[in-house]
């Protein structure tokens, strides 16, 4: 039980994720004796429900986290940049859920199931992870831990959400258009996303590979704390509102047969195995919408190599992607007393 009573700041209190900080925030009971809503000075004065209450929207500066214990950032890497360092001078431990400081070697990436023993190490700014590195992970780690993890393809399947809600809101307008035959407009993406795939996250970089593609990769290695495992990704943005899919392929130096696979994970924390084919019964987006678990099914050996697994792994990224992973970050700081009322 969490016995320590914070003053807890939700920055980029207005946006998608940090929305549901604060509802995450309050179904947990997390320990706190004030919440304090930050975003831009166009949001400050809105009133976003809290507990039985509502709570004002704070302009953000670097003064608004004095007298503050604990901030979850959710407010973009350019404030993160500018306002986290800030956050820590004033004695806050700040929980960043941009990628400003995620490959950052003073900064642990942690996801609670898999390297909570990072967060000892901290020195103010915990990093949360890229929502679909984070599910692929929870995953991996049991797995990695039995039979170690020698190699990785993964290929994802990514709801609009991952992109905000202007994107949210787009994809129902052009699908909305589409039924009425319109031309729909197209802003958020470089093409439309109504019933289509688009095989571009971010930007490409070397080698023609995407950041959201490099970030699997590389995050992958800095949580498990193995550069050894081989990672390689296809990340796509797919027409779904909630939930991000992914189809993974496992090589283990050992032996794990899919049977000894489905009872390892189904007794792994923040895991719910889905798997009954007979039953035509596996994971999908609009189960994982709204729950904390990672979904896990399809689980089958791969019969081209010795020692390999394909899944298939669902997890709502703004819950356990993003704003569940954080709170789930702070409550594991309180725990390992790493976090002190002011």
């Not at 993160?80 to 960043?96: N, T």
């Not at 290929?155 to 258009?177: H, I, M, N, P």
């Amino acid at each position: 039980m969490l016995e320590a009573k914070l003053v807890v700041a939700v920055a980029g209190a207005t946006g998608a994720v940090g929305r549901e900080m604060l509802k995450t925030l309050e179904q947990r009971n997390f320990p706190a004796t004030q919440v304090v809503a930050l975003a831009t000075a166009k949001s400050a004065g809105i009133q976003i429900p809290f507990m039985d209450t509502e709570i004002t929207v704070q302009e953000m500066s670097e003064d608004s986290f004095k007298g503050v214990d604990l901030a979850l950032f959710s407010a973009g890497g350019a404030a993160s940049k500018k306002y986290a360092p800030a956050a820590v001078k004033s004695g806050c431990v700040v929980v960043d859920n941009s990628s400003a400081w995620r490959m950052d070697p003073e900064a642990p990436l942690v996801v609670p199931e898999v390297n909570p023993e990072d967060l000892d190490w901290h020195n103010g700014i915990i990093a949360n992870p890229n929502c679909s590195t984070i599910q692929m992970v929870v995953v991996l780690k049991p797995i990695h831990d039995r039979a170690t993890i020698k190699r990785v393809i993964v290929s994802t399947y990514q709801a609009v959400s991952g992109t905000g809600q202007k994107a949210v809101d787009e994809l129902e307008a052009q699908v909305r258009a589409l039924f009425n035959a319109r031309e729909p407009e197209v802003n958020v993406y470089p093409y439309r996303i109504a019933f289509n795939c688009l095989p571009q996250i971010d930007v490409f970089s070397d080698g023609d590979y995407t950041f959201e593609e490099i970030k699997m990769i590389k995050e992958t290695a800095k949580i498990m704390g193995d550069d050894s495992i081989r990672v390689t990704a296809t990340t796509v943005r797919v027409p779904v509102f909630y939930g991000h899919s992914e189809a993974v392929n496992i090589e283990t130096e050992d032996k794990l047969t899919a049977a000894d696979c489905r009872a390892l994970l189904a007794q792994s924390p923040g895991i719910r195995v889905v798997d009954n084919p007979s039953l035509k019964l596996y994971p999908m987006p609009i189960d994982a919408a709204g729950e904390d678990e990672v979904f896990v099914g399809r689980i089958r050996e791969d019969d081209t190599i010795d020692c390999g697994l394909n899944m298939w792994i669902v997890a709502d990224n703004l819950r356990k992607g993003a704003a569940l992973n954080a709170v789930q970050i702070a409550e594991a700081l309180v725990e390992r007393d790493l976090v002190r009322v002011k």
